[in-house]
């Protein structure tokens, strides 16, 4: 019986960065659309959504403020991704 392993929990940023990889995404558009129009470097865009930086609330608002979409629902939807995972 094999044994069951639970995939690796996210840290909050991880999943910050899942939910805005999906929002661009749905969008159809790429890394670099967002970079323009937000002002942000594609190299922060890239980490941002890798979770490997953490953010400024102001660069978090500038990203919320582009999708159209309340920063309090990024941060919701980010926090039940962590909880499935914990």
Do not use: C, W
Not at 22 to 40: C, G, K, M, P, S
Not at 57 to 80: G, H, T, V
């Amino acid at each position: 019986m094999a044994d069951f392993q639970k995939p690796e929990s996210l840290t909050l940023e991880q999943a910050i960065g899942r939910v805005l990889l999906h929002l661009r995404t749905e969008r159809n558009l790429n890394q670099i659309d967002v970079a323009v129009a937000t002002n942000f470097g594609l190299r922060s865009i890239r980490t941002m959504e890798h979770g490997r930086q953490s953010m400024t609330i102001r660069s978090l608002d500038a990203l919320a403020m582009f999708y159209r979409i309340p920063i309090e629902e990024i941060i919701i939807r980010a926090k039940r991704l962590r909880d499935e995972t914990l």
